[in-house]
């Protein structure tokens, strides 16, 4: 299956392509023209070094990005899948093997060195490691962007409640004693089976294993962000919400949380009426048209948290990239949490409707009523879940997570479970 290159990125393609036509007077032919040739052309365009602080140089290294991935398309099926983190808002992915690359990565990054052919030798690698792939039997089943979407983009949201005295002392040992922690708690954690462990192990012990021994995890965090933000959540976290879509966090949930339960609501205006008349449900209405009771930052984080309020876990995170684990002030939270209550919530909706019915005249089936009723329970019960969070006292972060990682977080909570709980040792 295939997927296309991000808007954005195919905007830069046509952009660059008219621009290269035009400066050589002539159809220059992107993907088939060998980069030492093409490269002549780009000199042109750029007027200069490449400067990735300018955004005409951006533009031409978006443009080439695009082009450097229709011609992984071409060689080894290659193909786009989203990426929230990466700047064109996407990556590439192999069909044959577990392969993520960054094609704007790879395009500055030759770019700075004057060397676009070093495309070629990116290029090269990756034949290289596909075939080995391919002759060793270790490729399996093919990879999808789907695959690689679950594995890779952080589209998922969950908010924890962090010790944090329990995750400075975690940030203050060695890679190698957190290591042996971990693993005695992967192997004492109850109910999971031993492929579960063995996954558990491979996956989280052998990621601190690559850090460099000896010294504190925290003097670290810059280099892999992953790593710490993944300690931090399972010797720190006291309690979590479950993960759901960000966007339905921003959408659904804290609009819910803003709104309250009010007693009146504003009239219908007349494109409203047509709307409701063609069976919307009322929640959807709810959300979009009932005002805010209480003050939020729309523009924030997941419309609740102002910039400002942001913090990273540490300051020894400046520098590190994406950084997935954000520490919040929950304090602008805190009245309209003190307010919610989930039964009143669904009764204001369900009264909302009525007056909605009355005003249309009719009652026509709703259009996604089941799915309404799924997100209602699904965002009253993360609501029940973020106010008793607040409630502990604790450090609060919004954590961002990929499918893969969402999935995983029953099996990672009975690791928790054992790294808090006391080791039971026998005298002889």
């Known amino acids: 299956m295939t997927m296309p290159m991000p808007p954005q990125v195919e905007a830069a393609v046509t952009h ?78 192999f069909p044959e093997a577990l392969i993520m690359l960054s094609p704007f990565g790879a395009v500055v990054e030759a770019l700075r060195s004057a060397k676009l052919a070093a495309l070629d030798d990116v290029q090269k690698d990756l034949r290289n490691t596909l075939a080995q792939v391919k002759f060793s039997g270790a490729g399996g089943q093919r990879l999808s962007p789907e695959d690689y979407m679950r594995l890779f983009d952080p589209a998922f949201a969950q908010f ?8 400075k002392q975690t940030w203050a040992l060695a890679p190698e004693r957190v290591a042996a922690d971990l693993r005695d708690a992967i192997n004492r954690a109850p109910r999971l089976t031993p492929e579960v462990k063995k996954q558990l192990e491979q996956q989280l012990v052998s990621a601190l294993t690559r850090l460099e021994p000896g010294k504190p ?39 819910l949380l803003h709104i309250g339960a009010p007693a009146t609501f504003p009239p219908l205006d007349d494109e409203e009426v047509a709307v409701a008349k063609q069976g919307v449900d009322p929640l959807f209405l709810f959300v979009d048209l009932v005002p805010y009771q209480f003050k939020a930052a729309e523009e924030g984080l997941v419309g609740a948290f102002a910039g400002e309020t942001l913090a990273l876990p540490d300051p020894a995170f400046e520098g590190a990239a994406q950084v997935r684990l954000i520490k919040l002030n929950p304090a602008g939270l805190k009245p309209a949490l003190e307010a ?14 009525a007056e909605v019915a009355k005003k249309t005249g009719e009652t026509p089936q709703p259009q996604g009523a089941e799915e309404a009723k799924v997100m209602l329970d699904a965002a009253i019960a993360a609501l029940t879940e973020l106010k008793a969070l607040v409630a502990t006292g604790k450090d609060l972060y919004f954590r961002r997570l990929t499918e893969a990682e969402a999935s995983s977080e029953p099996a990672l909570a009975l690791v928790r479970q054992a790294l808090s709980a006391p080791r039971i040792i026998l005298a002889p």
């Open 217 to 255: 995890l925290l003097t670290q965090a810059a280099r892999a962000p992953r790593v710490l933000e993944m300690m931090s959540v399972l010797f720190g976290a006291v309690q979590s919400t479950g993960a759901a879509g960000e966007e339905f966090w921003a959408e659904v949930v804290m609009p």
């Open 340 to 353: 919610f209550d989930g039964a009143k919530t669904r009764e204001a909706i369900a009264r909302f409707g």
């Open 16 to 93: 660059l392509s008219a621009t290269l036509d035009k400066v050589e007077g002539k159809p220059v032919d992107l993907v088939k023209t060998p980069w030492p040739e093409l490269e002549k052309s780009i000199i042109k365009v750029l007027g200069g070094p490449f400067d990735v602080r300018s955004q005409a140089h951006q533009i031409v290294a978006l443009g080439l990005s695009g082009v450097f991935s229709q011609r992984l398309a071409a060689d080894h099926g290659a193909f786009w899948f989203p990426y929230r983190e990466a700047p064109e808002q996407g990556a590439v992915g």
């Open 160 to 167: 924890i409640a962090i010790d944090g005295a329990k995750a």
